[in-house]
């Protein structure tokens, strides 16, 4: 039996926090087109989303020019959030080449449960 952890959003959430070499990404280009993309929707100091850290790095590398796996901090880009709906993280979501969202999932996902989405999804 898998526990399920999850942050909630609140209304009052914490000030932006700069993130000493933090690029920033274009999010207009979020999900990409022509291609499978998962975007994890988190924060840096969430306890589910730091377990999640690692799996997502591995993913990135493991996917990349595969598929576009994307980790946004909403706690840092707060309009993302509104913009993907979700109200407590992390949350998964998960989109087609087209840009359509295809799954979502609301709290920690482990790496069998990511690769196994995206092997429904048609990616290897």
Request: net charge positive.
């Amino acid at each position: 039996m898998s526990a399920l952890f999850v942050c909630v959003l609140l209304l009052a959430l914490p000030a932006r926090i700069p993130v000493a070499g933090a690029q920033a990404l274009d999010f207009s280009k979020v999900p990409v087109n022509g291609m499978v993309t998962m975007i994890d929707l988190g924060a840096k100091k969430c306890i589910p989303c730091k377990m999640m850290a690692p799996i997502m790095e591995k993913m990135e590398k493991a996917y990349r020019g595969k598929a576009a796996i994307v980790f946004i901090d909403v706690w840092e880009n707060r309009r993302q959030a509104g913009r993907f709906g979700i109200s407590a993280i992390p949350t998964q979501i998960f989109f087609d080449p087209k840009g359509k969202e295809v799954y979502r999932h609301v709290g920690f996902m482990s790496e069998e449960a990511i690769v196994a989405q995206l092997k429904k999804m048609g990616v290897d």
